[in-house]
Each structure stands twice: as C-alpha cells, then as structure tokens.
C-alpha cells in the first residue's frame, strides 16, 4: 500500500522567504509527527498530532515554525522568515495510535536548502 | 535536557561478520526502544522494538538487547550484508502522565555501518 509522501523533495528558498511542506499520511493513522534532521545528525522532534487532540509543539524552535492537519489527515509545515540555520531534511511520520506500538513510519523528507 | 546518544559513530564490518551497534540513553524513565536504519536519501525504515520489560528481543537476523542498569541498549545484525549498509538510529521514548507512552521519539546521533564485500 502507499506510504508516507511529502513534497516537495527538495525546496531551494531564499533567506527570508516563506516555506510550506507537505505531509500525506499512511490512511487510517491517527498520529502525524514532524522531524528536523541536519547533515549527518539525528532526528529532532518538531511537532505532533494525535486524532482531535491539541498538537504537541514542545519541540518547535521558534514561534517561525508552525503546522497544521487539515481534517485529520494531510499535514503542513509552515516555516515563515525562513533562516539558513533552518536548512535540514524534515521527515514527517505517522502512526497508529496504540500505548502497545509506537512503530512510526517514515516519509522521504523534504530537503530545505535556505541560501 | 535528556537524550539518547551513541558510543561509535562509524562502525566498519566484513560481510558475513556479525555487527554490534550501540546506543546509550540518559532517561531512566524510558520504557520503550527502537532501532531504525535509515539508507541515504530515504526515511528511517524500523527494525526492531523493546519495552523496558525486556532485556531481549530477536528478529529476523537482528537482535536487540536492554540493559536498564546501564541504560545500554545495542543492536546485533547477524551475517551483515552489503544491503546493510546504513546509518543505525535508536530511539526511546517514555511514559506520559496516563501511563501510556508519549507519542513523539527522542533519537540518537546515528552510527554509520559500511560493508566491506
């Protein structure tokens, strides 16, 4: 069945600029999370959605970054004033909310190169 | 703040040779573990999982271990293959005030396992 899809795959942005991502999840998961990686380092926790829950946004940067889930399912990231220290690799997951698993499914990440 | 990290950050193996990825976590209260391998260009795909009830889990030619008393976890490929070839992540997670699991994973920095043929 399909997977996890973001677009784009690669974004070039000027510093300054807006940016939007895209996540579509795998259909029937209830939980949708965002990560940051940066070249050669681990996954960074950005924000999570839970069904109708309030998102967790504990791992968000700064007040830039913001998401949203539209209807409970696409997700999209919105970075605003985009800075090159935002250049990354973000990976959107999702999963089935279940307190036994936490399998988390990976997209292919959006590349955001800010110049 | 609290975080998962790893003892070696490359890690290079002949094929056919066992390999022994480990992982290091600093959060006592972490009741369940993952192992993912992530291929350059691609998402973590997961490998294996462990609750803290555990101290061992197998797959299929992987093997994860639990050492809650040194917070130690490691993963074990068994027979390595050029296929292999990747960069290895744990992750942990821990209890949220329900008794249940907070949904968001804490990862590691990664060890990169190259193959040698």
């Known amino acids: 069945g399909a997977g996890v899809s973001q677009s784009p795959s690669n974004k070039v942005t000027e510093k300054g600029k807006d940016v939007e991502l895209r996540c579509d999840p795998i259909?029937?998961?209830?939980?949708l999370y965002w990560y940051r990686q940066s070249l050669g380092q681990g996954l960074e926790f950005l924000i999570y959605f839970q069904g109708n829950s309030a998102p967790d946004k504990s791992g968000l940067p700064s007040d830039r970054f913001s998401a949203e889930r539209t209807g409970g399912s696409v997700s999209t990231l919105t970075i605003q004033r985009t800075q090159q220290e935002d250049s990354a690799v973000y990976l959107c997951?999702?999963?089935?909310?279940?307190?036994?698993?936490?399998?988390?499914?990976f997209g292919p990440g959006t590349r955001l190169t800010v110049t | 703040g609290e975080s998962v990290g790893l003892h070696l950050p490359t890690l290079s193996v002949q094929e056919g040779d066992n390999s022994i990825i480990n992982c290091a976590y600093s959060?006592?209260?972490?009741?369940?573990f993952i192992w993912y391998k992530q291929e350059s260009g691609k998402g973590p795909q997961f490998i294996i999982d462990?609750?803290?009830?555990?101290d061992k889990r197998q797959g299929q030619r992987v093997t994860v271990l639990l050492n809650k008393t040194v917070k130690h976890l490691s993963l074990q490929i068994a027979a390595t293959q050029p296929g292999d070839s990747a960069v290895y992540f744990c992750a942990e997670t821990y209890p949220d005030d329900y008794g249940g699991s907070q949904g968001n994973l804490i990862f590691g920095k990664g060890t990169k396992l190259s193959v040698k043929p």
């Open positions: 959060n006592s209260a972490s009741d369940y």
């Open positions: 462990i609750r803290s009830n555990m």
């Open positions: 259909s029937g998961h209830t939980a």
């Open positions: 997951a999702s999963s089935i909310w279940d307190r036994g698993t936490y399998e988390q499914y």
